[in-house]
Nanobody, 118 residues
């Protein structure tokens, strides 16, 4: 099964930027849809951005215009570029297939914590 390792999170001030990476243990180029999810404290996990194997993208309304999802297929890596971060973006961010039940992905990764605060 494909292992997914998220990284790049951290503490950032409101208005700041972060670049999250999701390193996959094998190619994700031909997975129909890959996405970034997040889970804030006391909330359910939600999908914030997705990308199809053709490169088309979709974003949650809350992040449209601020987040960009893309792939580096040569490095088996999924990226989430985040700008204009807000406190409400604080969450643990995960990558996975969309929906997150693809047979190649057995479990969620550990995620990476994003905290937007002064």
């Amino acid at each position: 099964q494909v292992q997914l390792v998220e990284s790049g999170g951290g503490l950032v001030q409101p208005g700041g930027s972060l670049r999250l990476s999701c390193a996959a243990s094998e190619s994700i180029a031909f997975i129909d849809r890959m996405g970034w999810y997040r889970q804030a404290p006391d909330k359910e996990r939600e999908l914030v951005a997705e990308i199809s194997y053709t490169g088309s993208t979709t974003y949650a309304d809350s992040v449209t215009g601020r987040f960009t999802i893309f792939k580096d297929n040569a490095k088996n890596t999924l990226i989430l570029q985040m700008i204009g971060l807000k406190p409400e973006d604080t969450a643990v961010y995960y990558c996975n297939a969309v929906p997150p039940d693809h047979p190649r992905f057995g479990s969620w990764g550990r995620g990476t914590q994003v905290t937007v605060s002064w």
